[in-house]
């Protein structure tokens, strides 16, 4: 290897270990050209098949596989790649293979639980295309015998484990957990199924699906309106996103998966007209004309934005019954990426450059004082400390879920000694805890 080549690789390896593939593979690629068959080949194949690349990641692993045939993982992910390729014996072959290599290996026991789900979207295919060809003019004339009968098979098949990432087991998702079969099939919409996906709006709806389905749901600072079809394969019954930012005519959103801005092919007005399960309001939660109340209320990286906290908390009980759910992430400001600009992870750091010097390894903190007013950090983001949040939430809420997510493993590694005495010359009580959180999943009962 030259020294440039190891010195990509060096950083390809801590781009792996934050999870951006981005930066992994144009970090690799020089690696790669120099030596087609090494562990370069092997990690720039990981990098492709995560950011949905599985065809280029195909030769690249075969490359690597063929170097070191009695490598683990080598077989899991050529595993993993043909299973994204939907070549599904060749996969099961593969991850067999790792299990008689090593039958200790937690991977490939994990990898044929997704072979056999994608097994199932193989024999659910006919009645995922008679959906999809039919269920737009349904809308206007009423389902056909055939499409009812497909979307009941898709209704009894058990979702497969990755129904926030691939649009066919998102679509079984739909109809598994839809609340009945007419309102299945009238709010159903191949495209937004997969621009969901796609886009990375299903993790969310996921991840609180046990208050979410099933219930109607406020979707407080919903974004641009691009979330509802996540909440509704979620199994959400109705859905109401507002956002002072939306624009109704505009289908640029931010795809979450990639962090780019994209084209969703579709207004949120365009959604919201078609869908009677999702409706779209380019309104805040103060907004007194809006007077309804829902069995749950989401926040997602809302509350760290909200210059009025505790006013539009307050809000909120208006939008509340006694026994509604107000489910928020909060991404704290005082974690290492809390400032909600780049760098986003270690790995992206780049010292020479001096955005990221501004705000690197906790300086977003202690640079304060310094920030002019129409700074970024100034009109966006309140600074609520934890406790504080907590305090706020709770001279209107009962909190009765508070899970604190650490931030990762390189972020907390940067956390030294001199770090801390740095931030505390500024923030004299700040803890440890206050800047290790990187966000905080509450839900809360109106007092
Ligand atoms: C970081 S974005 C989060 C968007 C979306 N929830 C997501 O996770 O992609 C925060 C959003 O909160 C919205 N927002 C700010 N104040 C609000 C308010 N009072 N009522 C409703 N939304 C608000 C902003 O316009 C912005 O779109």
Not at 146 to 168: F, M, S, Y
Not at 287 to 297: G, V
Request: hydrophobic share 40%; charged share 25%; proline share 7%.
């Amino acid at each position: 290897m030259t020294e440039v080549t190891e010195g990509a690789m060096e950083a390809a390896k801590a781009a792996v270990a934050e999870k951006d593939w981005t930066d992994a593979r144009r970090l690799l690629a020089p690696v790669v050209a120099e030596n087609p068959n090494g562990v370069g080949a092997f990690m720039l194949a990981r990098a492709e098949l995560e950011l949905g690349r599985p065809d280029i990641a195909a030769p690249l692993v075969a490359a690597f596989r063929a170097w070191r045939p009695r490598h683990v993982g080598a077989r899991v992910l050529a595993a993993r790649v043909h299973l994204a390729n939907d070549q599904l014996d060749e996969a099961e072959a593969e991850a067999r293979t790792a299990l008689e290599l090593d039958p200790e290996a937690p991977a490939p026991p994990r990898l044929l639980d997704r072979i056999a789900a994608a097994r199932a979207v193989a024999d659910a295919e006919r009645h995922l295309a008679v959906v999809n060809e039919q269920h737009v003019a349904a809308r206007a004339t009423g389902p056909t015998p055939e499409l009812l009968e497909a979307a009941r098979a898709l209704q009894r098949c058990e979702p497969g484990p990755d129904w926030t990432k691939d649009p066919r087991q998102a679509t079984i998702a739909y109809f598994h957990h839809a609340p009945d079969l007419e309102w299945a099939l009238r709010n159903y919409d191949a495209h937004l199924v997969d621009i969901s996906t796609r886009f990375d709006y299903v993790a969310w709806p996921k991840r609180i699906q046990q208050y979410v389905r099933g219930k109607s749901v406020l979707d407080v600072g919903c974004g641009f309106g691009g979330f509802g079809m996540g909440f509704l394969i979620a199994g959400t019954r109705s859905y109401a996103g507002l956002d002072p930012a939306m624009e109704l005519d505009s289908s640029r959103a931010k795809n979450k998966r990639l962090r780019k801005w994209a084209d969703m092919g579709v207004t949120p007005r365009q959604i919201a007209d078609a869908l009677p399960a999702i409706r779209l309001f380019q309104s805040s939660s103060e907004d007194k004309s809006f007077d309804e109340t829902f069995d749950t209320i989401a926040l997602h990286n809302v509350t760290e934005h909200l210059m009025q906290l505790e006013e539009v908390l307050h809000g909120l009980t208006r939008l509340c019954r006694p026994d509604t759910d107000v489910v928020f992430h909060h991404h704290n400001y005082y974690c290492w990426n809390g400032h909600h600009l780049p760098p986003n992870q270690p790995a992206q750091l780049d010292v020479d450059n001096p955005r990221h010097q501004a705000v690197y390894d906790w300086r977003h903190i202690d640079a304060l004082p310094h920030l002019p007013e129409d700074h970024y950090v100034m009109t966006n983001l309140n600074r609520v400390r934890l406790d504080e949040l907590k305090e706020v939430t709770e001279r209107y809420f009962d909190i009765v879920r508070w899970d604190e997510v650490p931030s990762s493993q390189a972020t907390l590694d940067r956390l030294t000694p001199h770090v801390l005495d740095r931030v505390r010359d500024v923030v004299p009580d700040i803890t440890e805890r206050e800047l290790s959180v990187n966000a905080v999943l509450g839900v809360a009962r109106p007092r």
